[in-house]
């Protein structure tokens, strides 16, 4: 691979989206799930997950189940992990909306973060190529 290739280019920043759009996913889930007896709240380590990413250099590929479809990419060898509550609850359930209300920003702020990362870095290379 030539060194102005995207994975030089863009870094780390393309799977640490995917990873947190998935976390996205699973805190949403937690939220929608508050006021379900016996619902446990889970999450992944996000440093974990990356650092594996990071170690393999690429992402998992997804199967296609018709022609038609784009390849996608996808996480499926980390674990989720169960939280443990600060103060359980009666019926069981494990979900603390503060804490998971915190969470889902700090993730969607990190997302952000690197999504503002790619689009700069997009543009400097269009500007790179049509010699701005």
Do not use: C, W
């Amino acid at each position: 691979m030539s060194v102005l290739g995207f994975q030089h280019s863009l870094g780390i920043h393309q799977q640490a989206l995917l990873v947190r759009a998935e976390r996205s996913e699973i805190l949403a889930n937690n939220l929608a799930n508050s006021d379900t007896p016996g619902f446990k709240s889970r999450d992944m380590d996000f440093q974990a997950v990356l650092s594996g990413e990071v170690k393999k250099n690429h992402s998992l590929g997804v199967n296609q189940t018709h022609e038609g479809h784009l390849p996608g990419v996808g996480f499926a060898d980390f674990d989720l992990m169960y939280r443990t509550p600060t103060q359980p609850s009666l019926d069981g359930n494990t979900v603390d909306g503060h804490l998971e209300n915190s969470e889902f920003t700090k993730n969607a702020m990190a997302y952000n973060a690197s999504f503002e990362f790619i689009n700069s870095r997009f543009k400097s290379l269009t500007s790179a190529i049509r010699g701005d």
